[in-house]
């Protein structure tokens, strides 16, 4: 029998979801999942502890492996409605349903059904995401296309590995939050998505080398056994977010082999991961990051065409990065200034393309019209895994920090990220809009890794030379901006005491002398987020 607790009482009209989604079914087959892979996910979080150490003393290079030297295997082969994946909507939750059906209903190649960086754990937006993709996949969510094989496709993307579920005692321990997601998602929708030529398809997200990618490539060998599912069936997409993985792109794709999807970049994360394992190392001080930091710097540059050629040169797909710009409210993008924005945009694609990408995502689905015709103006077919890339990326290229000064508009605009960030998340929602962007844990976590790592080397501004970044000057920027925000954010004095709260939390991240790697964990685990959200049946029980 499974040993499963569920910590939470379901919310108001969501009793029926709750004891439907979390049937005996499903919870023996999340304990069973729990029981097979427990140990080894613990040794994980102990290899990355190691890891972090061990980056204090020696630098990141390329190792030879059987895998890097056998340039004879390719991936898996790819189903047909992976092999054109020119356009994904990302960040999109499907706790949000207005917006899910929306992007159910565009036109575009695939949807990042998001359990991650653009959505927020609570227990209700659990309990809605998975009501909502199960409705989906049996054609019954109000307002989407009725069969799902006329729909794009749903990459679904699991909480990453930092991520505790805190609502769910399995065995006495509380629950892994990526497991619980996959395994909910695959024993609800695994057979249907299969038996419809759709999936069951992931993006796997922040995964820190090979060994972590060998982990769910045994997870979904170990699932398609149990669910009777052909192996090969399940497909992954690696973000490699993080810089660790950079070094190791061969084999991260043949330890999925079978399974894999290919890589994708994801630019934020990635810059956050080099703070992250790196920040303590003045050499590593990164600059402002809207003036200085984009992919024609040449960290990044060799980024994406170490990606690219090595996803190519092993039959894979490599895809871009998001554009988190956002059009004007109510504009369908004809006017000037929205003009202005879709030109951009279609800029920057267009230099990804020319990169060898197979796709990337967008936020908006106002942009998908605009990016759908310049594809068709470039004449890609399907995919670009047939040009091939001879690069010669070292491990110089990749560490190489771009020179450039700290602004005091770029602290401003990270400040101002980070708290709104923090803010939205208490309030139950893991994205929100701000200065023409979508903003996300990606774009909360390199504003956050800027701000401490500046704090800590007091870098000049280069506006204003007489200023140096401090612990005074970062904490009166917030203190500024609380002032604004108290006027154009708060409607209600329970919105005012969570903006007051998401200010000192911040404060607290800026601040710390050793701060949490990934800042999800750290509003996750956070006393302040799970009584606003979680109300524990612990005292019924």
Known sequence: MANVLILQSPPPKLEDVQKKLLSKGALEFLCKLHRQFSSEIDQLYQNRLARNVDLQTR??????????????????????????????????SPANAAHFVAALNSDVQGIQVDFDDGHCPTWRNQL??????????????????LSIMTCPVLMLRPRAWNMIDHDILIDGKEAI??????????????????????????????????????????????????????????????????????????????ALKDHSLGLNCGIWDYCA???????????????????????????????MRLV????????????????????????????AGSKA???????????????????????????VPYVNELWKK????????????????????????????????????????????????LAGTGHFFYSGNVEDSATAEISRAQIWQWIRFAPVLEDDPAKQVTARLVEKTASNFMAHAHKNLCRSNAERK?????????????????????ITTYLNDNHKFRTLHNKALLSNL
């Open 273 to 303: 991961s080099i703070i992250a394992k790196f920040g303590n190392r003045e050499e590593f001080l990164l600059p402002d990051r809207n003036k200085y930091v984009n992919m024609e710097r040449r960290f990044l540059s060799s980024y």
């Open 128 to 145: 809605l995401a998975h009501h909502n993709v199960n409705l989906a996949v049996s054609g019954k969510l109000s307002g989407a296309p």
């Open 498 to 518: 969570r903006l007051t709260a998401a200010k000192y939390m911040s404060m607290e991240i800026f601040l710390a002398r050793n701060p949490p790697e990934f």
């Open 378 to 425: 470039t004449g890609t077919s399907a995919n670009q895994i047939q040009r091939q890339f001879n690069v010669n990326i070292t491990a110089e290229d990749l560490l190489s920090i771009p020179s450039g000064g700290v602004t005091l508009q770029g602290l401003k605009h990270n400040v101002a990220v980070f708290i709104q960030f923090v803010y939205h998340w």
């Open 59 to 92: 630098k990141l290079s390329f190792k030879t492996s059987p895998e890097r030297d056998d340039k004879s295997w390719k991936i898996g082969p790819l189903p047909i409605r992976l092999q054109n994946r020119h356009l994904d909507l990302g960040d999109v």
């Open 177 to 254: 939050g990526p497991l619980v997601d996959f395994g909910l998602l695959m024993y609800h929708n695994g057979k249907k998505l299969y038996e419809a030529n759709s999936g069951p398809y992931f993006y796997l997200s922040k995964l820190e080398g090979a060994s972590e990618a060998k982990l769910w490539n045994d997870i979904f060998v170990w699932t398609q056994d149990e669910l009777d599912l052909p192996q090969g069936t399940i497909k992954a997409c690696v973000l490699i977010e993080n810089i660790v993985s950079t070094f190791e792109l061969e084999e991260i794709l043949y």
């Open 341 to 367: 924005i879709v030109n951009k945009v279609l800029e920057a694609k267009l230099k990804e393309i020319e990169l060898g990408v197979d796709g990337f995502m967008v936020y908006d689905s106002r942009l």
């Open 308 to 335: 690219v050629a090595t996803c190519h040169a092993r039959g894979a797909p490599a895809t871009g990065g998001m554009a988190a710009a956002m059009l004007k409210p109510g504009s369908d993008g004809t006017d």
